[in-house]
Antibody, heavy 120, light 107 residues
Framework: QVQLVESGGGVVQPGRSLTLSCAVS????????MHWVRQAPGKGLEWVAV????????YYGDSVKGRFTISRDNSKNTVYLQMNSLRAEDTAVYYC?????????????WGQGTRVTVSS | EIVLTQSPATLSLSPGERATLSCRASQSVGSNLAWYQQKPGQAPRLLIYDASNRATGIPARFSGSGSGTGFTLTISSLEPEDFAVYYC?????????FGGGTKVEIK
């Protein structure tokens, strides 16, 4: 069955960097775009970034543009989110999600999430 | 950026009752709207896409309607497992955006 498993979360100081990973299985990874979505404690959902199935296009939310970088390794069935210059407001559960169909940006399915806490 | 406004913020209902949730877009998104359900401690789950299409495995009591700037998610008869938070999301333009959510709670 389709599985998405995030890892790499933890506690990090403001201004530092962290890289999240999302390993997938159960589908042809190289055929699907992948997203990161986050949720701050007690808050709603915020879309973070997307990378096209072949890595040719990437888009970012305004709050992370210039600080976060999404990438993928289709040989490892893994998508990454490199987060630089972290701020307290980046504290959230980070979910990876697959696009529902090729170039159709509905999120289905989702991983279980990995928690990132930015604190000194 | 397209802003999605969900109402009400909280809906207090009893099992068996009908739930009607609203999502309003700051500009037209056509039919490019989806609904997600999130239960405590869980990842969201896609319920409805393209405004009115149920995702795989979603019960028929969930239905979506609307186009342009006004959308509705209806749960025809609430089951105990339906008490959760519901979010709408648009894919009409970048950045992708979510509404603030509606919590459906047990009255």
């Amino acid at each position: 069955q389709v599985q998405l498993v995030e890892s790499g979360g933890g506690v990090v100081q403001p201004g530092r960097s962290l890289t999240l990973s999302c390993a997938v299985s159960g589908f042809t990874f190289s055929s699907y775009g992948m997203h990161w979505v986050r949720q701050a404690p007690g808050k709603g959902l915020e879309w973070v970034a997307v990378i096209w199935y072949d890595g040719s296009n990437k888009y970012y939310g305004d709050s992370v543009k210039g600080r976060f970088t999404i990438s993928r390794d289709n040989s490892k069935n893994t998508v990454y989110l490199q987060m630089n210059s972290l701020r307290a407001e980046d504290t959230a559960v980070y979910y990876c999600a697959r696009e529902k169909e090729w170039l159709v940006n509905w999120f289905d399915p989702w991983g279980q999430g990995t928690r990132v806490t930015v604190s000194s | 950026e397209i802003v999605l406004t969900q109402s009400p913020a909280t809906l207090s209902l009893s099992p068996g009752e009908r739930a009607t949730l609203s999502c309003r877009a700051s500009q037209s998104v056509g039919s490019n709207l989806a609904w997600y359900q999130q239960k405590p401690g869980q990842a969201p789950r896609l319920l409805i896409y393209d405004a009115s299409n149920r995702a795989t495995g979603i019960p028929a009591r969930f239905s979506g309607s609307g186009s342009g700037t006004g959308f509705t998610l209806t749960i025809s008869s609430l089951e105990p497992e339906d008490f959760a938070v519901y979010y709408c999301q648009q894919r009409s333009s970048w950045p992708l955006t979510f509404g603030g959510g509606t919590k459906v709670e047990i009255k």
